[in-house]
């Protein structure tokens, strides 16, 4: 019995042998792409100017916020804007934009309101060469409150909200805004609604996207 059971694993060990040298051998004429030797596997894309978004939110192609803006949209319009005077560092700290911003100064008012400077950096143009200015921060603030883009153009939602002379403005009532002024090409201030005060992140209030007032 014992013979018996030495010649079976004999055997077994033949037959496995066997099985594993019929393996094709290597073809040196094939690299291991499995295409000819001497020419390339699938080519790499060509790098280009773009960049590829994925997302699974279908884009609507309204960038602005004002509207019908969704994640995505907003996703490619931070991506190819970096204007405000606020963002955010990699741990969700809100810090200054030195990209863009040179001073950021606040002050208390008597009535309970804040005041924030903001000195823009002098050398920053659009893409058609045309230099930023801080009217182009203010007009952002003034095109989105004004009452014809609530009448005429179903805005849903006006920016600076949060200024003295916002209600008084979107309105109609006053044909200025109280809480904003433009100090010189590169300087402007904005005065917060002591309703919206106090605010741990009160700094947030200083930042305002740049707007190019031409294209609308």
């Known amino acids: 019995m014992k013979k ?3 010649a079976l694993l004999v055997l077994t060990m033949l037959v496995s042998v066997v099985a594993c040298g019929t393996n094709p051998k290597p073809n040196p004429s094939t690299n291991p792409s499995g295409s000819p030797a001497g020419t390339a596997g699938p080519s790499a894309a060509p790098v280009t100017n773009q960049v590829i978004f994925g997302s699974s939110t279908a884009l609507t192609g309204d960038w602005e916020t004002n509207w019908t803006n969704n994640a995505s949209d907003y996703d490619i319009l931070k ?6 005077a606020i963002s955010a560092n990699q741990t ?9 911003v040179k001073s950021i ?36 603030v003034l095109l989105f409150s004004h009452k014809v883009m609530f009448e005429s153009l179903d805005l849903k ?5 949060n200024y003295v002379g916002y209600k008084d403005y979107s309105t109609g009532k006053s044909e ?20 919206y005060l106090p605010y ?10 740049p707007l190019y007032l031409p294209m609308w």
């Open 4 to 6: 018996f059971i030495i």
């Open 79 to 84: 991506l190819i804007t970096d204007g405000a």
């Open 92 to 100: 969700g700290e809100f810090i200054q934009n030195n990209n863009v």
């Open 105 to 140: 100064t606040s002050k208390a008012n008597e009535d309970k309101s804040k005041t924030f400077t903001v000195e823009i950096c002098n050398d920053m143009v659009w893409t058609n060469g045309e230099k930023i200015t801080a009217y182009d921060y203010a007009a952002r």
């Open 157 to 161: 939602s006006g920016t600076g909200t």
């Open 176 to 195: 200025y805004f109280k809480g904003i002024h433009v100090i010189n090409d590169t300087t402007y201030s904005v005065t917060v609604d002591p309703a």
């Open 200 to 209: 741990y992140f009160d700094i947030l209030f200083a930042s305002i996207d």
